[in-house]
């Protein structure tokens, strides 16, 4: 089971990024899903999370009206929108996938399946 994380990038602080998580191996349709990062010397920290059917979002402080996390069930693809960036955005960005159903948890321990991350780096 691997879930593919990509559409990181440099882009300039004010601009937008789109990644996008495309699993294989076994369909995620049925799980709450995440986006996570990494800046260098922190800690991963939970960046939003959605519910299997999309109607459960939700978002770090940090990033809440500028971020939204949506998913397209039939493509079995999770998609995190970025707009207005921020320096401080800049870290590798990891999606990740519950095994359990339910709401989607902001705890790193509580996601059973990880893809390998894209980095975004933010300029001023």
């Known amino acids: 089971v691997q879930l593919q994380a990509s559409g990181g990038g440099l882009v300039q602080a004010g601009g937008s990024l789109r990644l996008t998580c495309a699993p294989s191996?076994?369909?995620?349709?049925?799980?709450?899903m995440g986006w996570f990062r990494q800046a260098p010397g922190k800690e991963r920290e939970f960046v939003a999370g959605?519910?299997?059917?999309?109607?459960?979002?939700n978002y770090a402080d940090s990033v809440k009206g500028r971020f939204t996390i949506f998913r397209a069930n039939a493509k079995n693809t999770v998609y995190l929108q970025m707009n207005s960036l921020k320096p401080e955005d800049t870290a590798v960005y990891y999606c990740?996938?519950?095994?359990?159903?339910?709401?989607?948890?902001?705890?790193?321990?509580?996601?059973?399946?990880w893809g390998q991350g894209t980095l975004v780096t933010v300029s001023s």
């Open positions: 959605i519910s299997w059917s999309g109607s459960n979002t």
């Open positions: 990740a996938a519950q095994r359990s159903a339910g709401s989607p948890s902001r705890k790193l321990w509580e996601y059973d399946y």
């Open positions: 191996g076994r369909t995620f349709s049925n799980s709450p």
